[in-house]
């Protein structure tokens, strides 16, 4: 099966929410002192609509065809101001994959066009 490295688009809004809860899910399960607010977690629908708007935030899919995304990347772009150079430098903010896509070289395909943008 191929997968397409894309930008993110508002329709990939429900699939990148299961996959925030399935950060989310994971890091309290390899970690009891982990707690994530799940109320802020089902709400994801509206936060990434939010970000999907603003120019200073990026996210990268991994999508495998019949509207399921095997991952994505999530950076933003912060403007540091104590005159540090570059004077804006990217982050990763999020970063996931479903386990069966994990080792596959994914993650590598969706920084490449992050560390372009």
């Known amino acids: 099966m191929e997968i397409e490295i894309r930008p993110a688009r508002e329709s ?3 699939e990148l929410a299961r996959l925030v809860a399935g ?5 309290e399960s390899i970690d009891p002192r982990v707690r994530f607010d ?3 977690i089902r709400d994801a629908h509206n936060w ?3 970000v999907l708007s603003r ?3 990026a996210i990268w ?3 495998h065809g019949s509207g399921r995304l095997a991952g994505y990347l999530w950076v933003h772009l912060k403007r540091d101001r104590q005159g540090y150079l570059p004077r804006v430098k990217g982050y990763v903010n999020h970063a996931f994959l479903d386990e069966a896509w994990r080792g596959k070289g994914l993650m590598k395909l969706m920084l490449a066009p992050a560390y372009e943008w």
């Not at 950060?23 to 890091?27: N, V």
Request: a negative charge; proline letters at 5%.
């Open 55 to 57: 120019d200073h935030h």
């Open 48 to 50: 990434f609509k939010l």
């Open 12 to 14: 990939d809004i429900p």
């Open 38 to 40: 799940w109320d802020e």
């Open 23 to 27: 950060i989310a899910a994971y890091h």
């Open 61 to 63: 899919v991994a999508d």
